[in-house]
């Protein structure tokens, strides 16, 4: 079916209709768009990484957000699976890191590579500190010029994993909506040019992403990461994985996880994970083999009493608790 556009009509405080329009709007008729052959979304990774998708992770500080983001990026270019969540094919990454020393990074990335089941299938390139000229300033994505300057890096890229905010866009108060425009915008603009894009961000005091909340009106997924009530230092990187934005999926694939990277004896890395009301479950039994009573339990699994009443009456009838 031909598609009948409408003709655009601008009209603007600072431009008279006698001038010529600044921008003209393609604008067709319901009919119309719903005859459109539109390119449909797929999955990067499924089922929460859409292609023209643009996600965030935040945590606080040392929480494992850079492995999880590293690992993600592995997945994506070699088109294999992290934490359950597959890749259907692989896909070109750019990975900007604005944070790690370089020699911490290779050291990471070589664990990655070592440990993955197949090579990256497609491009996988990097932006890192200690390769850029000391004569510039650092880079800046909320800058116009750095953010051209990315453009001959971009052929042949489906994700741009943008690992810090804070290091990276530096766009003045953290609070403030209109500093965040100028990365808004760039982000949209990959969006419109096919690519997905994936911020990793820190928390603020309150748990949410830190800084204003505009940040995530255009983003179709926003994961938080949080340290398990019962977690130990000496554990490394287990972390809660919990959807707290979900555009486009739900159900069981938007239930939250926990995640735990280990290394097994030839220093190769290991992701496992499990649900978290399943971890939870466990440590309730541990407690109560402790000897701890249901409000006690409660305080140390963040839980309300009635839920740990629930998962003990389980426990019995499973015949894990007397």
């Known amino acids: 079916m031909t598609t009948k556009l409408m003709q655009p009509v601008v009209i603007t405080s600072e431009h008279s209709l006698d001038s010529p329009p600044l921008f003209s709007p393609v604008i067709v008729s319901i009919e119309d768009f719903l005859n459109q052959e ?3 979304r797929k999955l990067l990774m499924h089922p929460w990484l859409l292609s023209q ?5 935040h945590a606080y500080r040392g929480i494992g957000k850079t492995h999880l983001a590293l690992a993600i990026a592995y997945a994506v270019a070699s088109g294999t699976s992290v934490l ?19 020699p911490a990074l290779q050291e990471r990335l070589a664990g990655i590579v070592a440990s993955s089941e197949r090579d990256a299938q497609a491009a996988f390139r990097i932006m890192t500190p200690d390769l850029q000229s000391k004569d510039r300033p650092p880079f800046n994505l909320a800058l116009p010029e ?12 489906s994700l741009i994993v943008v690992d810090n905010l804070a290091t990276l866009c530096r766009t003045g108060k953290t609070n403030d909506s209109d500093s965040w425009l100028p ?3 760039w982000a949209l603009r990959q969006r419109a040019a096919g690519r997905s894009v994936l911020f990793i961000h820190h928390s603020g005091k309150n748990g949410t992403q830190r800084g204003t909340s505009a940040k995530e009106d255009v983003l179709d997924t926003v994961i938080g990461l949080r340290r398990p009530s019962d977690y130990q230092t000496a554990e490394g990187a287990r972390f809660e994985i919990h959807f707290e934005k979900a555009r486009g999926f739900s159900g069981q694939d938007s239930e939250a996880i ?17 649900p978290v009301e399943d971890a939870i479950y466990e440590r309730v039994i541990e407690l109560a083999v402790e000897g701890l009573n249901q409000t006690e339990i409660g305080v140390e699994v963040d839980r309300h009493k009635s ?3 629930r998962m003990m009456k389980r426990a019995r009838e499973e015949g894990r608790l007397k």
């Open 38 to 40: 539109l390119p449909e």
């Open 53 to 57: 998708g643009l996600a965030m992770i």
């Open 84 to 102: 359950g969540w597959r890749c259907p094919a692989p896909a070109g990454v750019l990975l900007l890191d604005g944070e790690m020393p370089g």
């Open 146 to 157: 750095d953010q051209l300057s990315l453009e001959p890096l971009l052929e042949g890229v």
């Open 183 to 185: 990365v808004q915008e």
């Open 258 to 274: 926990e995640a735990t990277l280990t290394f097994n004896a030839d220093g190769l890395t290991e992701w496992s994970a499990k």
């Open 307 to 309: 839920n740990v009443s």
